[in-house]
């Protein structure tokens, strides 16, 4: 089984950036698509971004520009950089690991923009 943990989230004005981080632990890391999704009050999850295996990266329309997901397979760690943050990017933040038939999410970390 794979446990994460995510962290880096805050209070941060728009305009900003804030940088996520999700720390795996368990084996064959490079094995797993990880993807970053993220949820506002009252709304639902929302796709944010993918890395995969190969490092191949994809955005939503809504964040693209402006975000990158990274990932270090030496330290089973993904990032989220975010840049130029905007109020609707307020949201809990979740990173996801994917392989086959195996499914992992971690306990979501929070961002608040304001202006």
């Known amino acids: 089984q794979v446990e994460l943990v995510e962290s880096g989230g805050g209070l941060v004005q728009a305009g900003g950036s804030l940088r996520l981080s999700c720390v795996a632990s368990?084996?064959?890391?490079?094995?797993?698509?990880i993807s970053w999704y993220r949820q506002a009050p009252g709304k639902q999850r929302e796709w944010v971004a993918t890395?995969?295996?190969?490092?191949?990266?994809s955005y939503s329309d809504s964040v693209k520009g402006r975000f990158t997901i990274s990932r270090d397979n030496d330290k089973n760690t993904v990032y989220l950089q975010m840049n130029s943050l905007k109020s609707e990017d307020t949201a809990a933040y979740y990173c996801?690991?994917?392989?086959?038939?195996?499914?992992?999410w971690g306990q979501g970390t929070q961002v608040t923009v304001f202006s």
């Open positions: 368990g084996s064959d890391f490079g094995g797993y698509v």
């Open positions: 890395i995969s295996r190969g490092g191949t990266q």
């Open positions: 996801r690991f994917f392989r086959g038939a195996s499914e992992y």
